[in-house]
């Protein structure tokens, strides 16, 4: 599966700790690749992008939950929807997510393929009109959907409401209004679960590959990207 990136933490909700130890740490060589291999639990499939813990402390699985987004001054408090969706029809569902963002939006496109640097690598893309948009999306689906260090987030600030595909192939909406997502996710028999645990929340490693790497660079060109910062 190409370079391993591990990674330990949680996402929105609080209070989550991350392990003493890893349940990788003792591990040979052919047990980490057995279970690298394993993509599917139950119904759930993952794309190549991530993996959750040796010892399954989240087991993968389908829907969706309700959550919010604070700033850390506390002043700006935003509505999330979270989902997890399998690998058969995640794209598909992500793509049509992006309907109720309207006509024009901007483009956030994160990278932490340069394993030396801190954080991740941010580029921008400002008002690209969506049919351009989602032509250059299906013809990348292969590493947004396999990528473990590419994510993407598409966002209308007049609206506002944003929705990212991020590193671990979550969808994540944010936005006061949240309901043309959740009639979207339940159109495509996605489940509402407010006690879903995700597999950002416990230890887990992401994978990428250097074609991966170099489709990433491509698709940066095709969407016109500047430089970014790092954050």
């Not at 740490?25 to 993952?46: D, P, Q, V, W």
């Not at 989240?58 to 700033?71: A, I, K, L, N, T």
């Not at 990528?147 to 600030?157: F, K, Q, R, S, Y």
């Not at 250097?210 to 016109?224: D, I, M, N």
Request: hydrophobic share 35%; aromatic share 10%.
């Amino acid at each position: 599966m190409g370079f391993l990136k591990k990674f330990i933490g949680s996402v929105l909700r609080e209070g989550s700790q991350a392990p003493s130890r890893s349940s990788f740490e003792h591990l040979s060589e052919e047990e980490l690749e057995a279970h690298l291999r394993i993509a599917k639990y139950g119904n759930f499939t993952l794309t190549d992008a991530v993996r959750p813990s040796y010892d399954l402390q989240v087991v993968p699985c389908e829907g969706f939950r309700h959550d919010v987004y604070r700033s850390d001054n506390g002043q700006t408090v935003i509505p999330v929807l979270m989902a997890s969706v399998s690998k058969e029809k995640l794209f598909d569902t992500f793509i049509e997510l992006l309907d109720p963002l309207g006509e024009e939006v901007d483009v956030v496109l994160e990278t932490s393929h340069h394993r030396d640097r801190p954080g991740h690598h941010d580029l921008y893309r400002e008002h690209i009109d969506m049919p351009v948009l989602k032509s250059i999306l299906w013809e990348f689906e292969d590493v947004l959907l396999n990528d473990g260090c590419t994510g993407i987030a598409v966002l209308n600030a007049d609206i506002p409401l944003e929705v990212q595909f991020d590193e671990h192939k979550l969808l994540i909406c944010y936005g006061s209004d949240l309901r043309p997502f959740e009639r979207i996710l339940k159109s495509h028999g996605i489940p509402n679960n407010e006690q879903i645990r995700f597999i950002t929340e416990a230890e887990h490693v992401h994978s990428s590959t250097e074609h991966y790497s170099r489709r990433f660079e491509e698709l940066k060109t095709y969407l016109g990207m500047d430089e970014g910062c790092y954050v």
